[in-house]
């Protein structure tokens, strides 16, 4: 990269250098909507308050992307789906996008999702597939599929996402991003397409800590609009950032999150530990079972939310999503309560490891991002449902709604995987520091591609 | 829950198409296939919920609150 730091930048040749890059990184299928008009007019906006002498906002000028079900005000919230283009265009923008463009940083683009956000993979019918940056041919990760492909691929280095079962972590690993999901409740949902109402999040996904800390303070704040969220005072993080991981005891979840893992995954785990000075093991013994809780309540959640739509139009959802919430609207009350259930008790085991750990490290993703298309992954002779399995290690976690950060390590073939890092609840800024140290450390070095800027 | 041990095999088939009858959703038959298929994943990952004990007399986790504390 040549020229002035970007700090020194005005806002308008960044949002003009990102747009170039959006349209140079156009083969991934990462964008949507490209918001060129209305994101050079705020970056001018922006710049001329700085001559008129106004403070800059903490992401003075910087571009970002935001997943298609956040709503932007004109145009209509996709959400990865056929079955949504009928709807009224946005009002208003989205909470965590009024957020972001309140510290200064510039909305330039929407982006590409797994339908609804029903999926780990980053596939999509009526879209098209979102192409990971290292090789076209693999699966780029998702349901943040686009968000995470254009931080990876340097075209943004801030990104909005959502995460019910790991749709932040597992494409940020994938895609060599960072990524943070928050304590369930901490930031506000208002404005983003529901998927699960028990189990979804937003949250940043980013270049750097730095970068995800600052959306982070960024994106906190009180939202009536949002039942869900609790009240809490604001929790600024950045200024925490170098304080490293002292005092702080890391452990490793073992037992369900010990394996299958490929050399990589295994190898990212270990540096991490390493890096972080973690050794002893815990072991979250309800974890395979927390993994069913939450299969359970995402499809009986989902099924629900859309079963009058499904039977006013089948074809509009995409197949594979179709039956997906055919089947969940169908799930006997049962099984959702007998997961509902799981689910306490998976948070109270978790809460106890805590008494021991600050922080617990377990892998995003058991392998490098499979090939587009494949139905299973062997990874250590395991054969597994390629679909589900890239967010086993998620998957399990999401249910305890506590903050889960994800560090990008390079792997084999220029590919990317990644560690989750892993806090009580309201402890984000255990986790941010983690990643911080991590990256200090060089733990996520020759990770990022770099479109010409 | 009740002893699955003693339960006859679950029939997904048989069951999509009571619920879907029962919930007013029409199926297709293309959607009724992914739908049974579905169901019997869901089936599997209901199952390894059974295997906890006493979670019948157990809290589910969403507590209702009538209004703030």
Redesign the interface.
Known sequence: MSGPPAAEQSAVARVEAALRRIEAARSLNAATTVLAARALARAAALDRARSDGAAPGPLQGVPFVAKNLFDVAGIVTRAGSAATVGDAPARADAFSVAALERAGAVLVATTNMDELAYGFTGENGPDGDTLNPYDAARISGGSSAGSAALVGAGVVDLALGSDTNGSIRVPSALCGAFGLKATYGRLSRGGAYPFVASLDHVGPIAANPRLLAAAYDALQGADPQDPTQVPRDIGPATPQLDAGISGLRVGILGGYFAGPLDPDAAAALAAAAAVLGAGEAAELRLAEAGRAAAFVITTSEAGHLHRAALSRDPEAFGPLVRDRLAAGALAPAAWYLAAQKLRRRLAEELSALFARFDLLLAPAVPCVAPPRGAETITVQDRTLPMRLAVGMYTHPLTPTGVPVGVAPRAARDGLSVGVQVVAPPWHEVHVLRALAALDAAGFSRSVRMEVTR | ?PDRADAPPFDAAA??DA??VA??????P??R???????E???A??R?????AG??Q?????VFRPG?P
């Open positions: 829950m069951y999509v619920a879907s919930c007013g959703l029409k199926l297709s293309a959607m296939a992914g739908a049974i298929a579905n169901i994943r869901t089936s990952f209901a390894l919920l059974d295997d906890e979670l019948a157990a809290e589910p986790a969403p703030p």
